[in-house]
């Protein structure tokens, strides 16, 4: 089982990007998904996270600007990201509880050029 993200990329301030990540494998149960990144000489930060229940928690910084979602049949969750601003460049990384194993995906740069 692995989590693979994909779409990320270089855009203006104030453009859009959304992030995809697919949990392939044999996957039998997924709870929590979630994003996260860490930008160049920082902590790895939560951005966003979005329960098996259905509820969503998002950083401060990316209220308002972000969407994330989920596709439970595809076994797939999504970041739309709106009003990008250069703060938001960091390295993106998906999480989720996958068969009740905490997985991490490959990072996926996002570049907010001012």
């Known amino acids: 089982v692995q989590l693979q993200a994909s779409g990320g990329g270089l855009v203006q301030t104030g453009g859009s990007l959304r992030l995809s990540c697919v949990a392939s494998?044999?996957?039998?149960?997924?709870?929590?998904m979630g994003w996260y990144r860490q930008a160049l000489g920082k902590q790895r930060e939560l951005v966003a996270v979005?329960?098996?229940?259905?509820?969503?928690k998002y950083a401060d910084s990316v209220k308002g600007r972000f969407t994330i979602s989920r596709d439970n049949a595809k076994n797939t969750v999504y970041l739309q990201m709106n009003n990008l601003k250069p703060d938001d460049t960091a390295v993106y990384y998906c999480?989720?509880?996958?068969?009740?194993?905490?997985?991490w995906g490959q990072g996926t740069q996002v570049t907010v050029s001012s």
């Open positions: 494998g044999s996957v039998f149960s997924i709870n929590d």
């Open positions: 979005s329960t098996a229940g259905g509820s969503t």
């Open positions: 999480n989720g509880v996958i068969n009740r194993y905490p997985l």
